[in-house]
């Protein structure tokens, strides 16, 4: 069975300074998905980067980045220039390629930014 | 602007009353999830729909079922709501997996926050 490990409960950074949330996976699959997703404190999900197992060029949307080391099974998210706003939970999580595959979640890193 | 919309936001029901939450979609998806998510926890998976084929994740307990009268609507029936069923709910979409050029990631709804008194 698949599973994803986020191993840092907790985070915190300095408004405008950079972090990096770690995430590793595992799974005997060669084609999936991998996702990085964001919870605000009592506000909605919502989907920060992507990445699909057979692009080796890593993610990148505006300050949001990813290291995806394939053969390592490692999935980290990096915020650069850190903002108030990008306070909230983050999971990681994966999905299988394959038909009826459902998304495995990590536990989540809660992420504060101190002003 | 094409969403997911749970109703209702927030729910108070008690204890051994049944309830109904419900979850509309009009991105045309065709699995819906329906998750369980307790406080600074990760979504808890408690059945999909791929069309009207329904996929019951093995944990979860009976008290919970779900319907899915067409593509845009999926409910959630919780029939003898515990203390321990006090928990945000959370409805997702997606793609079909297999799509070619899609990412297929999940859309979520905002939640339904399910007080038991």
């Known amino acids: 069975a698949q599973t994803v490990t986020q191993s840092q409960p907790e985070m915190s950074v300095q408004e405008a300074e950079t972090v990096t949330l770690s995430c590793t996976y595992d799974?005997?699959?060669?084609?999936?998905?991998l996702f990085w997703y964001k919870q605000p404190p009592s506000r909605q999900m919502i989907l920060v980067i992507r990445?699909?197992?057979?692009?080796?060029q890593n993610a990148t949307e505006n300050r949001f980045s990813v290291n995806f080391q394939k053969a390592a099974k490692s999935f980290s998210l990096k915020i650069s220039d850190s903002q108030l706003g990008d306070a909230a939970m983050y999971f990681c999580?994966?999905?299988?390629?394959?038909?009826?595959?459902?998304?495995?979640f990590g536990p989540g890193t809660r992420l504060s930014v101190l002003p | 602007d094409a969403m997911v919309i749970q109703n209702p936001r927030y729910q108070v029901t008690q204890f051994g009353k049944p309830v109904t939450l419900s979850c509309s979609q009009t991105?045309?998806?065709?699995?819906m999830y329906w998750y369980q998510q307790k406080s600074s926890q990760a979504p808890k998976l408690l059945f999909h729909?791929?069309?009207?084929?329904?996929?019951n994740e093995a944990d979860t307990p009976d008290n919970f079922q779900s319907r899915r009268p067409n593509t845009s609507f999926c409910f959630l029936d919780i029939r003898s709501p515990g203390l321990g069923d006090a928990a945000m709910y959370l409805c997702?979409?997606?793609?079909?997996?297999?799509?070619?050029?899609?990412?297929?990631?999940?859309?979520f709804g905002p939640g339904t926050r399910l007080t038991v008194l």
């Open positions: 999580a994966y999905r299988a390629r394959n038909y009826g595959q459902n998304f495995v």
């Open positions: 729909y791929y069309d009207k084929d329904f996929n």
């Open positions: 990445q699909e197992a057979y692009k080796q």
């Open positions: 991105l045309n998806h065709n699995v």
């Open positions: 997702a979409t997606s793609r079909d997996p297999g799509g070619v050029h899609s990412y297929n990631e999940q859309f």
């Open positions: 799974t005997s699959e060669s084609d999936y998905y």
